[in-house]
């Protein structure tokens, strides 16, 4: 009995492939870009550059699996929606095999050979276009860490195989399973019965459901309407939970209601109605929504998800893109940021004001009557840090003082923007301290910045006795503060009157080496910082001697990411200092790419997978349909239409079935795109990406369309030929 159900196995999957072409393409997609994705992540290429890298590298695979697992669900929805139509279409089949003596349980045998067979075949196909499609992402990854071409071989994740395997197997079992349970079931009278029942129109209450259409359309304007009011006047979460219910909501109701709205609308414009047979194609079309009415829903929000993954994906990379082009330009620098052992840090650390204050009160003592030397932080590292000197070069320092005074009291903004002798106009102040909080104000050493500027060959900053300046790299305070030194304003800080006399741009203020959690600062001349006064903590750039990227890769092995030695360096940290984090930004910089490259990659995957769901999903329902259609085609032969009137009206109705889910998806992505644009400007240029986002689905979209058409046309019109 084996090698008869194997045979007739074969020869069904031989059958079905012809007409189900697409399902076991889609399926070999999904196989191909599961597995290249899954081994986006090959540690040992990128152990050869960094160990932090390593470790972000483990940390996005464990999310790229976790994406694969959701996705995964996705995937076998479709292996299960397609075998149930599969099975349904095939009562008849199953009816004569039952009629001729076979059990239940050998149908079952026979189906669960036929979807070994195509979870085999798939698979075999499937890894190998895989494992060369990951080829082209493992070049990729060596590309973004700047290593040689040379370095990226032939790779195989057996990870992600096994992964893959295991994930398609559980699929296919799944599937055959539900199968199973569905045949069991089956009685001999009812398969007969289903097999030669002729379709009816199902058609609703049409001005009822024009209707329900309307209000959707409606509901999905208002909803539109509050996500703008979210974008201009800030995110809200109760009004985006709202926006975002009511779209849900109006998107499945719409695709209930469509067919009585385009029943009505059509029947009312009588030329159209009767021409050809345009009849025809509306009752059929309104006949499918309201029997598909949720599939279409799901269709459209899967397309809606894969568009806003890519849009705000690729907008958030680009975003990142041009932050790591800022950041290229300062590669070949280190950053080092040292706490002092501080008795009274400030108490607010929110914006990086506060430093350690572990030390106790005898150790603080001690270091207060510790001299200057003792805050050399560069000094420091050239006699406790091994190959410091070796590799650095120029540096320079900034101090982050308290006060000015040893019996100063420390100052907050709120009290500084705030003096009445300031005259200082109260939205500006509420303006800037809604962005910087209560914060205490951090002093810098004039000597201290224009050492910074001199570093990177800038014009020195010059300040009278008795003048401040700010320090910012927010543009709009930089505004707010230029408007105050325009007015002259004069500020008490401890027993000094001192005058604003403006901001440092942002973009010098950049080129200070100040940590990048820091808030806003103030530069005084050094005259005033009196010298009894401790900073409670030091950042210092330095630039590498070596500049080329094997002295870059150099000191980041050597050094900053010798995890080894870093260890035994700050074990033994000496007073005064408390603690000392040692980066190198050419690190920073290779893991930002790596950022930018797994996060494009993840939405594209995230996209790609969902638009080839979501494309297969509605292929496969009217490949299923054209099953039925081939016999309303062969009467509309008979009753005299032309076999041109009869492709036209297959055209029709595949294309309306194939892009209103999209038209709708389409809108609502826009609208995302829309808000995310207008709230955050620095994702805003997700919309560049719009059109290239718009086209690959287009593509993709059409490509599925026009395969899934030619499909049907051939399995109506070769019945027809056949009759």
Known sequence: MTPMFVKLAWGNVLRSLRDFTIYFITIVIAIVLFYGFNCLVNRDLIAQFSVSAVRFSDIAQTMIRAVSMLLSAVVSYLVISVNLFVVKRRFREFATYLLIGMRKTHLIRIVIVENFICMAAALVVGLAFGVLFSQFVNSYITTTLDLPLDSSTFYISWD????????????????????????????????????????????????????????????????????????????????????????????????????????????????????????????????????????????????????????????????????????????????????????????????????????????????????????????????????????????????????????????????????????????????????????????????????????????????????????????????????????????????????????????????????????????????????????????????????????????????????????????????????????????IFVIGNLSKSLGSLMSVYTGLVLLVAAGCLLALRELTAAISTREHMRKLLQLGATRAQCARALFAQVAVYFFVPAALAASHALCVNTVFTSSLPSIGKSSDFMLLVAGVMTCGYILYFVITYALAHAMCFRHCAQR
């Not at 539109?224 to 779209?247: K, M, P, R, S, W």
């Not at 009588?270 to 194609?281: A, D, E, F, Q, R």
Request: charged letters at 15%.
């Open 160 to 587: 992600a195989l096994l992964f893959t395997v295991l994930v398609f197997g559980a699929i296919f079992l799944a599937s055959s399973l539900i199968s199973a349970i569905c045949i069991s079931k089956f009685k001999l009278i009812v398969l007969f019965k289903n097999s030669f029942v002729t379709e009816r129109f199902k058609l609703r209450n049409p001005y009822i459901l024009f209707v329900l259409c309307i209000m959707s359309f409606v509901g999905i304007w208002h909803s539109y309407n509050i996500l703008a009011a979210c974008a201009q006047h800030g995110f809200d979460e109760n009004e985006f939970l709202l926006a975002t219910g009511l779209v849900a909501i109006s998107s499945a109701l719409c695709c209930f209601s469509l067919s009585g709205f385009v029943v009505t609308v059509v029947r009312s414009i009588k030329p159209l109605y009767t021409k050809g047979l345009c009849c025809y194609v509306v009752r059929q079309f309104a006949n499918s929504v309201n029997s598909t009415w949720l599939t279409l829903t799901m269709v459209t929000a899967t397309i809606f998800i894969a568009l806003s993954s890519l849009t705000i994906g690729l907008g958030i990379v680009s975003t990142l893109n041009k932050d790591m082009g800022n950041l290229n330009n300062a590669t070949t620098s280190v950053f080092v940021s040292a706490s002092v052992n501080y008795d009274e840090a400030p108490a607010a650390a929110g914006s990086g004001a506060a430093a350690s204050s572990s030390g106790a009160s005898s150790a603080a003592q001690a270091t207060a009557q510790t001299s200057a030397q003792a805050y050399n932080l560069s000094h420091y590292l050239e006699q406790q840090l091994p190959h410091w000197r070796d590799y650095v070069d120029k540096t320079a320092k900034l101090h982050y003082y308290l006060r000015l005074g040893s019996n100063d009291e420390q100052l907050e903004w709120t009290q500084l923007l705030s003096q009445p002798a300031a005259n200082i106009d109260p939205s500006v102040v509420a303006g800037v301290l809604s962005e910087i909080g209560q914060h205490h104000i951090s002093f810098y050493k004039l000597s201290d910045v224009n050492a910074a500027l001199r570093l990177h060959n800038e014009e020195e900053l010059t300040l009278k006795p008795n003048e401040i300046a700010f320090v910012t790299e927010n543009a709009a305070r930089y505004d707010a503060y230029q408007r105050v030194a325009a007015q002259k304003s004069r500020f008490s800080i401890g027993s000094h009157q001192l005058t604003l006399t403006g901001s440092m741009t942002p973009e010098r203020s950049a080129l200070l080496p100040r940590a990048q959690d820091f808030s806003d600062g103030c530069i005084v001349p050094d005259a005033l910082i009196d010298a009894q006064v401790k900073p409670y903590r030091v950042t210092l750039q330095g630039y590498l001697s070596d500049t080329s990227k094997q002295g870059k890769i150099a000191f980041m092995h050597d050094v900053a990411d010798n995890t080894q030695l870093m260890d035994a360096f700050k074990a033994h940290i000496k007073e005064p200092w408390g603690n000392i984090d040692v980066v190198s930004m050419y690190q």
